[in-house]
């Protein structure tokens, strides 16, 4: 087993810990490029651990979550004398009231405290109590800026869930115990595991001793691409308790080349549908939309075949339900109903990559003349709102057959591969995007049947596809440019990635689309 080793990892500074989304911009004879912090999640195989490893590692994070309640609590009590001078949390005088000193700070010892957490949890070590402040800090000063932009009083933080902390790799002293990535590309069991140090003491024999628990990551093709071991800068362990799983939260440091273009940047924007596999609209610094650069993907011919196969597996399931109540045999029909689905699934899947195939044609004619952004549209929770009982069934039945996750997926693949950087084709959350009028922002609208879209305040009137494409577009746009609450990042909701706010700093001319 070849254990990646970690004696060559700059140490991680009190800025890496702060400012933990901070960009640095490399100016260079070359290429400028921009460094930001990339997050990378991996599934912990627990189903392959031992009983006693799972018990250990579900009191390491519980001990986590308590000791970062405890903060939170004695930053809720002490606010404005943390608070006095900077406004921000002041660290030092958090220490002062929670943890005692072994060695002399300002020329004498710290003894006494007001809130012992030393004493309390006294198989806790400094640096790990300097995480769990550290998480509970952020915490709070999150809150406070939700709860200053909030019209409502919004509840006091705190950690109901296991919420263990953040671990940095690598100390001021210089040491980088705290985990190892331990690479096994030819172990069948886990090609990538996590050696982590159990912080509760298993040994005392005059000094403390810690065991390493030895944790397998479900490591994939695509974790090796995004997952560079050397960059690797701190840990967290995520427990889900709806999926009953545990998961590794992996932050390293990327550097991406800024891409330099004479071309004037644009924003396409592309709306999923049903009927309308896909449409497409640019908008550049003209402020107008040429019939040109629209497209609708379409295909009648292959969506009638769909529609044909699936009316037909849907008699087939009635005759199923008949002859089961009958008691007659189904051996035929199941066979027929085998091959029918899987006749409309090599369908589907053809009438995915011709629309894909057919957008990605379209992309690349508008790469050569514009600086080219792409913002599409991911209705995630869109088959939420016909639940079982509203009344609907086709509709439901239609929207649990979209396959508009899979479509995102294999454009963003498909564009990778011609040279697409992956901030530049970002899923963003559609809600009210079909709504909302593209011109004004009003959502005194209404849309006759699916094709029409009327806007009763500047009676504005085109295809309902088209205002929504429009919409999704200027939603990226308004993250770049207008971000809420500060936020220097912009989160991808299919892949989960976040991006600078800097590699879009083109986008200044584009501002007049969201006036």
Known sequence: MEIEKNNKQKELTKEDGKHKNDRVIAHTSQTPSVSYYLHVKLRIKTE?????????????????TRICNDYLRIIRHNEDKLTQDTGSINKSLLNKLTLTTSTKTH????????????????????????????????T???????????????????????????????SRSGRSDRFHLILTPENTVAKLWLELRD???????????????LLPLAYSPYHEKKLKL??????????????????????????VSLYQSTNPPAMLGVDLGIKKTAVAVLLTPTGKVIMDEIRF????????????????I???QKLLDTNNNNGQSTKQLNVKLYQLRNRLRSITEQELGYAVNQLVDFILQLKRRYNLFISVGYPKHIRNLRPRGSGNKSLRGRLHKWSFRLFITKL??????????????????????SKRCSRCNSLNTTRTGQGQFNCHNCNYELDADLNGARNIAKRLIQYALKPKYGYTLIRDTLTDEYHEIVLFNCFQPLGQWLK
Not at 48 to 58: E, Y
Not at 200 to 213: A, C, E, F, I
Not at 230 to 255: G, I, P, R
């Open 199 to 213: 912080s509760l003491d298993t040994n005392r024999s005059g000094k403390r001793n810690h065991k390493r628990l």
């Open 107 to 138: 020329n004498k010892l710290r003894t006494k405290v007001p809130h012992d957490l030393k004493k309390r949890y006294s198989r806790c070590s400094h640096d790990e109590f300097n995480e769990c402040r550290d998480k509970a800090i952020w």
């Open 297 to 312: 993907i379409v295909n009648k011919e292959r969506q009638a075949k769909m529609w044909q196969l699936d009316n037909r």
């Open 48 to 64: 392959l651990m031992t009983t006693q490893k799972r018990d250990r590692l579900r009191l390491i994070t519980e001990r986590d």
């Open 230 to 255: 050397d960059n690797v800068k701190t840990l967290e362990l995520v427990y889900h308790s709806k999926e009953q799983q545990w998961w590794a939260h992996f932050t390293l440091q990327n550097t």
């Open 314 to 316: 849907g008699t087939i």
């Open 140 to 170: 709070y000063s999150g809150w406070k800026t939700l709860q200053k932009n909030s019209k409502k009083e919004m509840s006091r933080p705190v950690f109901k869930k296991k919420t263990p902390r953040i671990q940095y790799r690598g």
């Open 412 to 433: 963003q693949h498909k564009l990778t591969q011609h040279g697409f950087e992956s901030y530049r084709v970002v899923a963003v959350d559609e809600k009210w995007t």
